[in-house]
C-alpha cells in the first residue's frame, strides 16, 4: 500500500501544474482572511465599533453580529482584489408576509386557523427598501365571532372583520397586487416569511376551509430565521430577538400583521447589507396518494411537509418511504390473511425487505 501511494505521489509530482487539481481555497487570500479572522475574534467590542466606523459600516447589533460584518467587509474587499468574489443571490424583489389568525388562550391541536390579517411589504434590492405594501382583512367563517383573547393580541376588532371581504376575495386582490408590480412576470421574486408556519399552517388551512386551489405563490419561500441563524452563526431566533441581536427596536404594534412583516424586512435589509445570500430554503409538498377515506376522485391530500430546499428530497423521502413501508405491511397482512401464512414467516420476510429498502434508501441520500 506504501509502495503505492509513493508511486503515486510520484505520477503527481511529474504532471505539469495545470494538470493537478487545485482546491477552490488554495489561493493565498484565504490564509491571508483566515488570519484576519482570528484577529477579529479577539477583538473587543469597542475596538471592533471603531474599525466599522472607520469603514464606514453600521455599528449596530450584538458583538457577534458586528464581528460578521467586519469579517464580511474584508472578505468581499480582498476576494474582489483577486478577482474571486462571488456575488450574493438576491432576487430583485422580496414580498415579506406575516398573516394573522384567529385563536383562542389555548388553542386544541385542530383548531381551524383563519386569516383575518393579509398583510404583505415589497422590499427592491435595488434601492434597498421598502417599495410598496398589501393589506387586507379577512372575514372569518368557521369562527366568525373573535375571541377576546385575539382582539387583544392582534388588535383586530370584531367590527372590523365583519366589514371585511372573504378569504377568496382578498387573496384574488393580493395576486392582482402581484401582477400589478410585474412579479413572477418581468421580475424574479421571492416570499419570506418568519418561519415555516404562515404558509405551512395557515395559508393551506385556509384554502382548505375557503374551498380555493393552493396559490403558486406560497409553494415555496424564504424563512427568514434560517438565513439569520445561518448568517450570523446564532440560535435559530424569534422576530423580536433577531431584531435585539440586530440592536434595532421593534417598530410599530406586535402582532399587527403589517407592523410584524415591515419589521422583517428591517432584518432583510440588513441581512443584505451584510453581504448574506437571500434564497429558497423551504417549500410545501402535497402530496395525494390512496386512501380508504377517498374523495370524489378517489384521491385524498395525505400530507404537507415544509422542507429545506438546498436539501429536497432527503427529508421528504424519508417520509415518503416511511409511508411506503406501511402500506407494503398492510400489504403482507392482507396478503397473509388470504395465503395463511405463519407470522413468523411473514415478520422475518418483511424484517429482510425493510432492511434492504433501508439501505438502498440510505446509499442513494449518502447517509
Known sequence: ?????????????????????????????????????????????????????????????????????????????KLQTHNLLVASKLHPYYVIVDFEATCEEVNSSDYPHEIIEFPAVL???EKLEIVDHFQAYCKPIVNPKLSDFCVE???????????????????????AWLKKHKLGSKFKYGVVTDGPWDMGRFLYGQCKISGVPYPRFGNKWINIRKIFSSFYKSKRYCLRLMLEHLDIGFEGRPHCGLDDARNIARILLRLISDGASIQVNERIHLTRCNSKSRGSDGQVEKLVVSIPSNRPTKDYTRVHRDRCRREKKQQQQQQREHTGVSDMESDGSSKETECEDSKNEDKKLGT
Open 153 to 175: 393580541l392582534t388588535g383586530i376588532t370584531q367590527e372590523k372583520v365583519d366589514n371585511s371581504q372573504p378569504f377568496d376575495e382578498v387573496l384574488e386582490s393580493f395576486e
Open 1 to 77: 500500500m506504501a509502495e503505492k501511494q509513493s508511486v503515486d505521489e510520484a505520477e503527481k509530482e511529474n504532471l505539469p501544474a495545470d494538470d493537478v487539481k487545485k482546491s477552490p481555497f488554495s489561493d493565498a487570500v484565504y490564509k491571508e482572511l483566515a488570519k484576519i479572522n482570528g484577529r477579529i475574534n479577539q477583538m473587543t467590542k469597542d475596538a471592533i465599533i471603531r474599525k466599522l466606523k472607520q469603514c464606514k459600516l453600521s455599528t449596530e447589533g450584538s458583538h457577534e453580529i458586528l464581528k460578521k460584518r467586519l469579517k464580511n467587509y474584508y472578505k468581499t474587499e
Open 123 to 125: 422590499v427592491s434590492t
